[in-house]
Protein backbone atom coordinates (compact mmCIF):
# COMPACT_ATOMS: atom_id res chain seq x y z
CA UNK A 1 0.00 0.00 0.00
CA UNK A 2 1.69 3.43 -0.90
CA UNK A 3 0.83 6.49 1.33
CA UNK A 4 -0.23 9.55 -0.41
CA UNK A 5 0.45 12.31 0.28
CA UNK A 6 -1.15 15.83 -0.04
CA UNK A 7 0.55 18.24 -1.90
CA UNK A 8 0.69 21.36 -0.76
CA UNK A 9 0.39 24.69 -1.86
CA UNK A 10 3.00 27.05 -2.28
CA UNK A 11 1.22 30.22 -2.65
CA UNK A 12 3.38 33.99 -3.66
CA UNK A 13 2.71 37.12 -2.79
CA UNK A 14 0.29 38.06 -5.72
CA UNK A 15 -1.94 35.45 -4.43
CA UNK A 16 -2.22 36.52 -1.25
CA UNK A 17 -2.74 40.01 -2.73
CA UNK A 18 -5.63 38.77 -5.17
CA UNK A 19 -7.22 36.89 -1.69
CA UNK A 20 -6.82 40.47 0.15
CA UNK A 21 -8.08 42.23 -2.81
CA UNK A 22 -11.24 39.95 -3.19
CA UNK A 23 -11.62 40.18 1.23
CA UNK A 24 -11.45 43.98 0.55
CA UNK A 25 -13.95 44.33 -2.47
CA UNK A 26 -16.65 42.28 -0.75
CA UNK A 27 -16.25 42.98 2.85
CA UNK A 28 -14.30 45.99 3.62
CA UNK A 29 -10.39 46.84 4.67
CA UNK A 30 -11.43 45.85 8.34
CA UNK A 31 -12.03 42.06 7.13
CA UNK A 32 -8.41 41.44 5.45
CA UNK A 33 -7.23 39.53 8.40
CA UNK A 34 -4.43 36.87 8.09
CA UNK A 35 -6.18 34.32 9.55
CA UNK A 36 -9.05 34.76 7.08
CA UNK A 37 -7.30 34.98 4.20
CA UNK A 38 -5.04 31.83 4.98
CA UNK A 39 -7.99 30.01 5.43
CA UNK A 40 -9.10 31.27 2.06
CA UNK A 41 -6.41 29.72 0.60
CA UNK A 42 -6.66 26.51 2.11
CA UNK A 43 -3.10 27.42 4.34
CA UNK A 44 -2.28 28.04 7.22
CA UNK A 45 -1.58 31.62 8.62
CA UNK A 46 1.91 30.66 9.18
CA UNK A 47 2.26 30.56 5.80
CA UNK A 48 1.72 34.09 5.73
CA UNK A 49 4.85 35.07 7.17
CA UNK A 50 7.30 33.58 4.41
CA UNK A 51 5.77 36.66 2.63
CA UNK A 52 5.17 39.11 4.62
CA UNK A 53 6.34 41.20 8.32
CA UNK A 54 3.10 41.36 9.45
CA UNK A 55 -0.86 43.09 7.99
CA UNK A 56 0.42 46.29 7.66
CA UNK A 57 2.87 44.61 5.23
CA UNK A 58 0.31 42.83 3.36
CA UNK A 59 -1.83 46.32 2.99
CA UNK A 60 0.90 48.26 1.56
CA UNK A 61 1.37 45.31 -0.78
CA UNK A 62 -2.65 45.10 -1.23
CA UNK A 63 -2.56 48.79 -2.62
CA UNK A 64 0.84 47.99 -5.01
CA UNK A 65 -1.14 45.00 -6.14
CA UNK A 66 -4.39 47.20 -6.85
CA UNK A 67 -2.13 49.67 -8.66
CA UNK A 68 -0.32 47.25 -10.74
CA UNK A 69 -3.50 45.52 -11.69
CA UNK A 70 -5.68 48.24 -12.19
CA UNK A 71 -3.21 50.82 -13.44
CA UNK A 72 -0.17 49.82 -15.00
CA UNK A 73 -0.71 45.77 -16.75
CA UNK A 74 -3.94 47.87 -18.29
CA UNK A 75 -2.23 50.44 -19.64
CA UNK A 76 0.52 47.98 -21.01
CA UNK A 77 -2.13 45.81 -22.04
CA UNK A 78 -3.80 48.58 -23.93
CA UNK A 79 0.01 49.92 -25.43
CA UNK A 80 0.65 46.33 -26.39
CA UNK A 81 -2.79 46.87 -28.80
CA UNK A 82 -1.63 47.77 -32.20
CA UNK A 83 -3.97 50.39 -33.14
CA UNK A 84 -4.28 54.26 -33.66
CA UNK A 85 -4.44 56.23 -30.69
CA UNK A 86 -8.33 56.67 -30.94
CA UNK A 87 -8.68 52.83 -31.22
CA UNK A 88 -6.43 52.58 -27.94
CA UNK A 89 -8.31 54.83 -26.23
CA UNK A 90 -11.47 52.31 -27.09
CA UNK A 91 -9.74 49.47 -26.10
CA UNK A 92 -9.68 50.71 -22.96
CA UNK A 93 -12.62 52.12 -22.10
CA UNK A 94 -13.96 48.44 -23.23
CA UNK A 95 -11.75 46.37 -21.17
CA UNK A 96 -12.95 48.94 -18.15
CA UNK A 97 -16.24 48.62 -18.92
CA UNK A 98 -17.45 45.44 -19.97
CA UNK A 99 -14.62 43.45 -18.37
CA UNK A 100 -13.83 43.04 -14.05
CA UNK A 101 -10.83 45.50 -13.98
CA UNK A 102 -12.86 48.20 -12.47
CA UNK A 103 -14.16 46.42 -9.83
CA UNK A 104 -12.19 47.01 -7.25
CA UNK A 105 -12.28 50.92 -7.59
CA UNK A 106 -14.47 51.30 -4.98
CA UNK A 107 -13.75 49.51 -2.23
CA UNK A 108 -10.05 50.72 -2.08
CA UNK A 109 -11.06 54.27 -2.66
CA UNK A 110 -13.52 53.58 0.21
CA UNK A 111 -10.70 52.64 2.28
CA UNK A 112 -8.63 55.90 1.10
CA UNK A 113 -11.56 57.69 2.64
CA UNK A 114 -10.28 57.15 6.26
CA UNK A 115 -6.20 55.52 5.89
CA UNK A 116 -3.75 57.83 4.76
CA UNK A 117 -1.76 54.83 3.15
CA UNK A 118 -4.07 53.87 1.10
CA UNK A 119 -5.46 57.82 0.26
CA UNK A 120 -1.71 58.56 -0.85
CA UNK A 121 -1.38 55.60 -3.01
CA UNK A 122 -4.84 56.59 -4.76
CA UNK A 123 -3.90 60.55 -5.15
CA UNK A 124 -0.38 59.08 -7.13
CA UNK A 125 -2.12 56.73 -9.01
CA UNK A 126 -5.31 58.93 -10.25
CA UNK A 127 -2.05 61.21 -10.88
CA UNK A 128 -0.16 58.61 -13.01
CA UNK A 129 -3.71 57.32 -14.81
CA UNK A 130 -3.82 61.31 -15.90
CA UNK A 131 -0.69 61.23 -17.10
CA UNK A 132 -0.89 58.30 -19.04
CA UNK A 133 -4.40 59.53 -20.55
CA UNK A 134 -2.88 63.44 -21.28
CA UNK A 135 -0.25 61.27 -23.35
CA UNK A 136 -2.81 59.19 -25.14
CA UNK A 137 -4.52 62.55 -26.14
CA UNK A 138 -1.37 64.55 -27.30
CA UNK A 139 -1.38 61.48 -29.73
CA UNK A 140 -4.74 62.33 -30.57
CA UNK A 141 -4.12 65.98 -31.56
CA UNK A 142 -5.30 67.51 -28.50
CA UNK A 143 -2.55 70.16 -26.42
CA UNK A 144 -2.57 71.93 -23.21
CA UNK A 145 -5.59 72.48 -21.28
CA UNK A 146 -8.05 70.05 -23.54
CA UNK A 147 -5.56 67.03 -23.43
CA UNK A 148 -5.85 67.70 -19.40
CA UNK A 149 -9.60 68.08 -19.40
CA UNK A 150 -10.17 64.82 -21.79
CA UNK A 151 -7.97 63.00 -19.10
CA UNK A 152 -9.22 63.93 -16.00
CA UNK A 153 -13.23 63.65 -17.41
CA UNK A 154 -12.01 60.22 -18.83
CA UNK A 155 -10.38 59.56 -15.14
CA UNK A 156 -13.37 61.02 -13.10
CA UNK A 157 -15.95 59.32 -15.61
CA UNK A 158 -14.49 55.87 -15.08
CA UNK A 159 -14.43 55.70 -11.40
CA UNK A 160 -18.30 56.66 -11.39
CA UNK A 161 -19.33 54.78 -14.04
CA UNK A 162 -19.36 51.10 -12.51
CA UNK A 163 -21.39 52.31 -9.33
CA UNK A 164 -24.20 53.77 -11.98
CA UNK A 165 -23.94 51.43 -15.45
CA UNK A 166 -23.26 47.77 -13.63
CA UNK A 167 -26.73 46.50 -14.05
CA UNK A 168 -26.63 47.66 -17.29
CA UNK A 169 -26.98 44.72 -20.26
CA UNK A 170 -23.27 44.41 -22.23
CA UNK A 171 -25.27 45.91 -25.29
CA UNK A 172 -26.42 49.18 -23.85
CA UNK A 173 -22.91 49.47 -22.15
CA UNK A 174 -21.07 49.16 -25.58
CA UNK A 175 -23.16 51.82 -27.12
CA UNK A 176 -22.66 53.98 -24.18
CA UNK A 177 -18.60 53.50 -24.79
CA UNK A 178 -19.13 54.53 -28.43
CA UNK A 179 -20.59 57.85 -27.41
CA UNK A 180 -18.53 58.57 -24.92
CA UNK A 181 -15.54 57.83 -27.03
CA UNK A 182 -16.67 59.82 -29.69
CA UNK A 183 -17.07 62.88 -27.03
CA UNK A 184 -14.08 62.05 -25.93
CA UNK A 185 -12.07 62.06 -29.29
CA UNK A 186 -14.38 65.28 -30.92
CA UNK A 187 -13.08 68.26 -31.58
CA UNK A 188 -14.81 71.37 -30.58
CA UNK A 189 -15.90 74.25 -32.45
CA UNK A 190 -14.44 77.23 -30.78
Known amino acids: MTATKKKSKRLSREDWGEA???VLYSEGVGKVSIVRIARDLGVT????????????DLLRSLLDFWV?????????????FEGTPSERLLKLMEILT???????????????GFDDMAAE?????????IEWLRSLFHELGFSGQEAEMRARLFVYYQLAEPSILWR????????????????LTSRIPT
Open 20 to 22: ALE
Open 45 to 56: SGSFYWHFKDRN
Open 68 to 80: HLQTEALFEKVEQ
Open 98 to 112: LGEEGRYEVAVRAWA
Open 121 to 129: VVRRTDKRR
Open 168 to 183: EPKNKRREIIKLRHRL
